[in-house]
């Protein structure tokens, strides 16, 4: 016998930290799914850490990633090309070390769950179709394969915070990346 979970036994939203591609390349991408009537998961976006759960309030998840994102630089994101996986097909993006390192800094928003693909797993990339059926992976491979994105790489100069529940993917927090606070700076008198 299969018991049903309780009221708090219900699996709360999914968070990620995700950085939006620009205007060129969210375009592009989501004429592309229309033309081949495929999806990702909500818009397109890069996601810096995957899907997560935790038992934080969502204001108090927007400090920890306010505090664990103080002082990271805007960076630049190298577009590699397609690459298909089972039921996935998608644009790799390169594994650059200021990523990596930004991605493990994100892993420790605690507490929260870890997904399959965060920590040694992590790729990062923009996803064209998710959920491909196996007969039709070479269908869309061969249309896809071949064709370029408008754009090679692209800035990132702020990072959302989303919640997903129930299918829809909202935005909590934007937080600009602006670096390492100037130590000789002047500050503005009070």
């Known amino acids: 016998m299969t018991l049903l979970p309780t ?32 999806r ?6 890069l996601n810096v850490r ?10 108090e998840l927007v400090a920890v990633c306010r505090g664990v994102l103080r002082g990271q630089a805007a960076f630049d ?12 097909i998608f644009l790799e993006c390169e594994l650059a070390p200021e990523l990596r390192a930004l991605h493990d800094r994100t892993l420790t928003i605690e507490p929260s769950s870890r ?35 408008p754009v090679t790489s692209f800035r990132v100069e702020a990072l959302s915070l989303t919640r997903e529940h ?9 937080f600009p990346l602006t670096g390492p606070a100037d130590p000789t700076a002047e500050s503005a008198p009070s």
């Open 50 to 59: 995957a899907p997560f759960q935790t038992p934080l309030s969502s204001p």
């Open 40 to 45: 990702g998961f909500g818009l397109p976006h």
């Open 77 to 88: 994101v190298q577009v590699r090309g397609w690459k298909q996986v089972p039921g996935v």
């Open 166 to 174: 129930r299918g829809e993917v909202q935005e909590l927090h934007t």
């Open 115 to 149: 997904a399959r693909y965060d920590g040694p797993e992590y790729r990062p990339h923009l996803t064209l179709a998710l959920g491909v059926l196996p007969w039709a992976e070479p269908l869309l491979w061969e249309a896809v394969r071949d064709l370029t994105p």
């Open 7 to 38: 009221p708090t036994e219900v699996p709360g939203p999914l968070y990620s930290i995700v950085a939006w591609p620009p205007e060129t390349l969210d375009s592009w991408l989501r004429r592309l799914q229309e033309r081949l009537n495929v």
